[in-house]
Each structure stands twice: as C-alpha cells, then as structure tokens.
C-alpha cells in the first residue's frame, strides 16, 4: 500500500547492487510513493548489470559514481538534477566496504592501507557527498539525507573490525554536517542504524549467519528485514519528519535497549 509520500519529490538512490540491496528495497519503495529517482553506483559495480532491472522497474536514470571521487560526485549531483528537472530533495548513501573484513584481517593486525580506504568509501564519500551538493546549491529547502549505518559504532561486535570504527565516522559526520547544512538550507541528515541484513556487504562478516540469529533472539520485535528499513528510509524522505536531523535512529526491532530476552537466557540454561 502507497501513501504517496514523496509525490513529486526527486531522490538519488546510491548503493543499490542486487535485490538484496537494501538500497535497492528503498528504491522500490520511493519509486511507489511517488518520488522520481537517479540510481548510482561506482562503475565496477555496473558491470553486473542487475541495476539496469531496477532502472527499468522504478522508470529511472543510471549515473555512475565511485563516491570516493569529488569530480564524480559533482558530475552525478550536476546531471541529477538535469535529469530530474529541478533541485534534489533526498539522498540515500548507502556504501559500505572493508578490505580488511573482505580479506578476513582480525581487527588487531588491521591493514591501514585497506582501512583508509574503508574510511574513504564508507564514511569519507558521505562528507564528500554532502559537501559537494551544498557547493553545488544541489538540495531543496527541507531536503533529507540519509546514511546506513550499523550499532557497532556503539558497542563492540569483534568480527566488524574496521567498520565498527568507520561507521562512528559515519555517524558523527551526519551530526556535524547536518548541523551545517541544518543552518544554511533546513537540509536534515540522519544515520538510519539497521539490524543485521542478508545482503552482499552484510554476508560478508565472518560469523554473520550466527550473528543475525543471535540478533533477531534479542530484538523483542525480531531482526527489521530490508524493507521494513525502506520503509522506515521513505519517512525521512517525507515531510512527515521535517524536524528530524543531526540524529542515529535505531531501525532494529528493540535490540539496542535490550539487555537480555528470556530466549537467551533459556538458551543460556540448555
Ligand atoms: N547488511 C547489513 O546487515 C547492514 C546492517 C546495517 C547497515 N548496513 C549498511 O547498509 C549499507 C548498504 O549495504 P548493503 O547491506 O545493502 O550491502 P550491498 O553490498 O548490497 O551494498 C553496498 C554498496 O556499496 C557500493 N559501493 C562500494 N564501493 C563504492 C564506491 N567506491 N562508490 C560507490 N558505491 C560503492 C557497492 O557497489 C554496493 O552497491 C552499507 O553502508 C552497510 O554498512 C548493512
């Protein structure tokens, strides 16, 4: 069921690499309430060729971008809003990537090469994202933007390594740019904290499938899926939530005030 939410609106959805994406169920579901979209990714991630469906299904453009690149960036704010026709009114980052995780690099033997470049594409293209659309003028007057992120910039979750790091990045570059952008154009910026998801980044923690069981023991609602996460992504898109910025917002089923469920403890008792 639509509410048409975002009639009229115009997004750029980042991130979206196959079905499981959760930008991808975001995308689906701004294209239902009504927004008009420009999909991006970086350009390896194209030659998959899966965004295409999406394009085809949401009636949208394709503009690639690796968002550790300011000009790339700029070219992708600039012909957004050519291609939508007007100014850009939400943006969803939704990049995440840790060479260190990738090769299975235990936190203490991190690899700073590879976390660098973990900064720059998870954290780093959001303050570059931000930067460039505000240089650019490129987002309406209560305009929303939104970054994915996970509680492990809170708490420690040993296999997320690098990313746990990252993510607190992540985090306090939504508060401070949003405090900036907050004063120059009402544009809000949040962090949407999401249960652990089956997707390609998510799988690709070591130990995830225990993870994402444990989890779900320990949210009193069970794990959010994707397009609960979507869903929750459209409300910030809308203008139901204007005075929502500089916030991380916990999109989980409860897991992050809980302390303990009964089915852990009886777990705990077998
Ligand atoms: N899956 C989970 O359990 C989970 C939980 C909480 C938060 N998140 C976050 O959600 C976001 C999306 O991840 P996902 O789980 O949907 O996985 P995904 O693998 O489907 O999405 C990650 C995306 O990042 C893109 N990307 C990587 N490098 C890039 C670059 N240089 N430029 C542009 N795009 C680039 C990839 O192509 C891919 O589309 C990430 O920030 C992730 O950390 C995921």
């Known amino acids: 069921m639509a509410y048409n939410l975002l009639k009229g609106k115009r997004g750029?959805?980042?991130?979206?690499?196959?079905?499981?994406?959760?930008?991808?169920?975001?995308?689906?579901?701004?294209?239902?309430?009504?927004?008009?979209l420009v999909l991006t990714n970086a350009p390896i991630a194209m030659r998959m060729g899966e965004i295409n469906k999406l394009a085809?299904?949401?009636?949208?453009?394709?503009?690639?971008?690796?968002?550790?690149s300011v000009d790339e960036l700029t070219n992708l704010f600039t012909k957004s809003q050519e291609v939508l026709g007007g100014k850009i009114d939400f943006v969803l980052h939704s990049i995440g990537m840790s060479v260190n995780i990738r090769k299975k690099i235990p936190y203490t033997e991190s690899n700073y090469d590879y976390f660098m470049k973990g900064i720059d594409v998870s954290a780093m293209s959001f303050h570059k994202m931000l930067a460039v659309a505000r240089k650019l003028d490129?987002?309406?007057?209560?305009?929303?933007?939104?970054a994915l992120t996970y509680m492990a910039a809170q708490r420690t979750y040993p296999f997320y390594t690098d990313m746990a790091d990252i993510k607190a990045m992540l985090?306090?570059?939504?508060?401070?740019?949003?405090?900036?952008?907050?004063?120059?154009?009402?544009?809000?910026?949040?962090?949407?904290?999401q249960s652990p998801t089956r997707t390609t980044a998510g799988s690709g923690v070591k130990g995830f499938e225990g993870f994402i069981t444990y989890?779900?023991?320990?949210?009193?609602?069970g794990n959010a899926t994707g397009e609960d996460c979507a869903n929750?992504?459209?409300t910030l898109f809308s203008d139901l939530t204007r005075y929502v910025t500089m916030q991380n917002l916990f999109h989980d089923g409860g897991f992050s005030f809980t302390g303990v469920t009964q089915s852990v403890i009886d777990q705990m008792e077998k």
Do not use: Q
């Open 215 to 221: 989890a779900e023991k320990m949210s009193p609602l």
């Open 138 to 146: 490129a987002i309406n007057e209560w305009g929303s933007v939104v």
């Open 12 to 36: 750029i959805i980042t991130g979206a690499l196959d079905a499981n994406s959760i930008a991808w169920k975001v995308a689906e579901k701004a294209y239902e309430e009504g927004a008009t």
């Open 232 to 234: 929750y992504c459209v």
């Open 171 to 193: 985090e306090s570059i939504a508060r401070s740019f949003g405090y900036h952008y907050a004063l120059k154009k009402h544009v809000r910026v949040n962090t949407v904290s």
């Open 56 to 68: 085809e299904k949401t009636k949208s453009e394709i503009i690639p971008a690796d968002a550790t």
